[in-house]
């Protein structure tokens, strides 16, 4: 059930494919090759494979008066105890976590390759008293349906694209009143929408209609189920800093009624998921992950209300977990970790653990092989989530085991943070030797880039480009740029290839401090990009993201020393 996250950089004389440059061209058969394949294993630890459920405490967890204690049905019950079962994304797999037996990897029955970003589990929604129906979402934008879901499969039932114009999906039960779960879509300007679910497999959702705007102000939106009593579905949504509101239904599929604040603290869990009713008093539960990594029980006691707190299994024990189903987060993919050069020149990969820290240094090449090299670290460019070695090497870019062409010698900094023009495939940036900026877009498998866009000049004024997944909480990629007199600015991404970039935003001052300044993607679990810098004393420091534009980074946290070691972060 642990798979191995591996990351590559292969020499290959295969022909060059078109980098959108005046030298590109074929390489000929004689073209030296760049350094042999580098591969990173994942050091993250898997999650258990089965969910514990805490002992009910009964004096506190009454629910709503009326409602027997029968259990009513779960949206993601894989293994037929009544109770919700939960689909991870472990190191690029999904596999299951069930209450009565142990889980398994969970295969899907179409076989698609392409890495699945975010798992919304919906009920049975062809009412045919069978397992559950699942939907998952590719980087790509693909929804996809699988249906009468068990612990190990799904059948599939249907997909469709273009998902990626919102940056949440989430289920938060039957908002129509037909007695299946709906679904609800936050795009990245904070327009939320409703797909009203038909039953049919071959088209599962009606035309969606918009309830509103504003809700960007949530970095987290959990889908419940019926929280009130009245047989709809509600749901609560999370701000950065915390404060927890509850939106009930109306009986309309397309109105909510006005939040309600239901709790402070919140800021303490990188992820809050909707697991139904675990306790059998005809309310939802929620279960809430801390930042070390230990799972947290909230038994519901109506209209978003809970009691207090019950641990689930050992403490960290799902550190592991990059996404769970039915989480509010918006999920991170890409890059998790760094890629390290010691003044020697052998190449170390440290893993991200998901809680904020790295796993031990790993030794990735022979030692001294990479001295002198031109490399860097990009955010996946093909279907995986597996963060890509770029090297240039006598004028030719090389990377994903292929040889993207000539004509690169002129170019003196690459950052990859991944999709920048909505598509879903990972693009980067590139900067020559003048300043200017450009934009390479990857097809579709990594294989091959799209002719570059010019981004413009003037970039020469930084010293320090990086950046790998969203800085400021709208689901877009942003880069980060560090000025010769130690400003920092945000470039937050657009969605857009013509103007990917919005204009910059100051952070603040003092950071030529860190001679070293590195984005590694989320490494705290959360789905919210973090910033890496290590002083000149060698000390690593992590700035955890916030999910918000104006100040995206906490104040820093110290996670490591000796890092004056290496001579290049990546």
Not at 516 to 537: C, H, R
Not at 549 to 568: L, V
Request: proline share 5%.
């Amino acid at each position: 059930m642990r798979s191995k996250r591996a990351r590559h950089l292969v020499g290959c004389t295969a022909l060059a494919l078109s980098a959108g440059m005046i030298l590109a061209g074929p390489a000929s058969a004689d073209t030296p090759a760049p350094h042999a394949a580098v591969e990173k294993p994942s050091q993250t630890p898997a999650a258990p494979s089965k969910r514990a459920v805490p002992q009910a405490d009964t004096a506190r967890s009454a629910g709503i008066a009326g409602v027997t204690a029968e259990r009513p049905p779960s949206r993601s019950d894989l293994d037929g105890d009544g109770k919700s079962d939960m689909v991870l994304r472990i190191n690029g797999t999904l596999q299951t976590a069930t209450t009565n037996s142990s889980g398994s990897e969970f295969s899907r029955g179409d076989g698609d390759t392409a890495f699945v970003t975010d798992i919304i589990p919906i009920g049975d929604q062809d009412l045919n008293g069978s397992r559950p129906e699942i939907l998952t979402l590719s980087k790509y934008g693909r929804l996809s349906l699988y249906g009468d879901s068990t612990a190990s499969y799904g059948t599939f039932r249907w997909s469709g694209a273009g998902w990626q114009v919102y940056n949440k999906l989430f289920s938060p039960g039957d908002l129509s009143g037909d007695g299946r779960a709906d679904v609800l879509a936050r795009t990245p300007a904070g327009e939320l929408w409703a797909y009203v679910s038909t039953g049919t497999p071959g088209a599962p959702f009606h035309a969606p209609k918009k309830i509103g705007n504003g809700w960007q102000a949530y970095d987290q939106l959990i889908g419940l189920g019926d929280s009130d009593g009245d047989g709809r579905g509600d749901f609560l949504a999370r701000t950065p800093s915390g404060s927890l509101f509850y939106y009930g239904s109306t009986g309309s599929p397309y109105t909510v009624k006005p939040g309600k604040l239901v709790g402070q603290g919140w800021q303490q869990y990188n992820q809050i998921i909707g697991i139904d009713d675990d306790n059998a008093n005809g309310v939802p539960d929620v279960l809430a992950r801390g930042t070390d990594g230990t799972l947290w029980e909230y038994y519901g006691t109506g209209k978003g209300y809970y009691t207090t707190r019950q641990k689930v299994g050992s403490t960290g024990a799902w550190a592991g977990v990059d996404q769970f189903s039915g989480t509010g987060s918006l999920p991170a993919h890409g890059k998790e970790g760094m890629v390290a050069r010691d003044k020697a020149g052998t190449l170390y990969w440290y893993d991200a653990l998901n809680n904020g820290r790295l796993a031990a240094r790993v030794k990735i090449s022979d030692d001294g092989g990479w001295a002198g090299s031109t490399i860097y670290e990009v955010n996946s460019l093909g279907r995986n989530s597996v963060s890509d070695t770029l090297e240039i090497y006598q004028g030719h870019l090389y990377g994903n085991q292929k040889d993207f062409g000539g004509g690169w010698g002129s170019i003196n900094l690459i950052a990859g943070p991944g999709d920048l023009n909505g598509d879903g495939s990972g693009d980067f940036v590139a900067r020559d030797r003048d300043g200017v900026l450009w934009l390479y877009r990857s097809n579709i498998e990594g294989t091959a880039l799209h002719a570059r866009v010019k981004i413009g000049g003037g970039w020469n004024a930084f010293d320090r480009i990086v950046g790998s997944g969203d800085f400021s909480g709208d689901g877009r990629n942003d880069l980060v740029a560090r000025a010769k007199d130690g400003n920092l600015y945000l470039y937050q991404g657009t969605g857009q290839a013509g103007t990917p970039f919005k204009s910059p935003i100051k952070i603040g001052g003092g950071w030529n401090a860190y001679p070293k300044i590195e984005a590694p993607g989320d490494i705290t679990g959360d789905g919210k990009a973090d910033l890496l810098a290590v002083n000149s004393g060698g000390e690593l420091f992590r700035y955890s993201g916030t999910g918000s534009a104006g100040s995206p980074f906490k104040t820093r946290a110290s996670i490591g020393t000796g890092y004056q070691t290496y001579n290049g972060l990546y």
